[in-house]
């Protein structure tokens, strides 16, 4: 089993649709989770952490379940410019400060 | 905003010859990181380095990588012979300390295409 799994994609939505990611992650001694925002060719940047209490930065939401083990991220009112590739990251606990990725979600909002 | 740098951009090199990729960390930074993506593929952990030293590696860390801080701005990664297979975009991290060191700071990236 991946260590992180999520859909690749791609989602095609139109702009101001609700997209909702999941993130699934096989190793319950995982400590710190993010969501990465990755555009083609380009480097990895941080989008949000994620706590298990839930947090919201402005249209984007991220949520925790550490019994399913399980990372969602919801966009609201998407624009053209959220199209990109989502990565789901964790770390696990003693596991220094290696991030493990997952695969990613395309998005891709259109007109 | 203070942003992570890397040189070169490209490097295009001949099977078995020996690249250094650079990488400039943000400069109250203390912990670095080389990380891989091959294309198509998830990012991939190679190295971390603190204090001189590397702390963690992964199994893709072989005796063909080596990592230095030669002087109090630089952070490079050597690949002695390079392989086919060592084609990937090579990202360089940095975090701040120890209690932020889960935030990390990719750098825009070195394409590497070996021959």
């Known amino acids: 089993r991946k260590e992180v799994e999520q859909d690749p994609g791609p989602f095609n939505v139109p702009e101001g649709a609700t997209v909702a990611f999941n993130c699934t992650y096989s190793n319950s001694a995982s400590q710190s989770f993010f969501w990465y925002r990755q555009d083609c060719r380009k480097e990895p940047k941080l989008l949000m952490s994620?706590?298990?209490s839930g947090n919201e930065d402005g249209r984007f939401t991220a949520q925790l379940n550490r019994a399913s083990q399980y990372i969602s991220l919801l966009i609201r009112d998407s624009k053209l410019s959220d199209s990109a590739t989502y990565l789901c990251v964790v770390i696990l606990t003693g596991g220094g400060n290696k991030l493990t990725f997952g695969t990613g979600t395309q998005l891709k909002v259109e007109l | 905003e203070p942003e992570v740098t890397q040189t070169p951009s490209h490097q295009v090199t001949q099977m078995g010859q020996e690249v250094i990729l650079r990488c400039v960390p943000i400069?109250?930074?203390?912990?670095f990181y080389w990380y891989r993506q091959i294309l198509g593929q998830k990012v991939e952990f190679l190295v971390s380095?603190?204090?001189?030293?590397?702390?963690?590696k992964s199994e893709i860390f072989d005796d063909q990588f080596s990592v230095e801080r030669p002087d109090g701005s630089n952070f490079t990664l050597k690949i002695r012979s390079t392989k086919l297979e060592d084609s990937a975009m090579y990202f360089c991290?940095?975090?701040?300390?120890?209690?932020?060191?889960?935030?990390?700071?990719f750098g825009p990236g070195t394409r590497l295409t070996v021959l």
């Open positions: 994620v706590y298990s």
């Open positions: 400069s109250n930074h203390l912990y």
């Open positions: 380095f603190y204090n001189n030293e590397i702390s963690e």
């Open positions: 991290a940095s975090s701040e300390d120890r209690v932020r060191a889960d935030t990390q700071y």
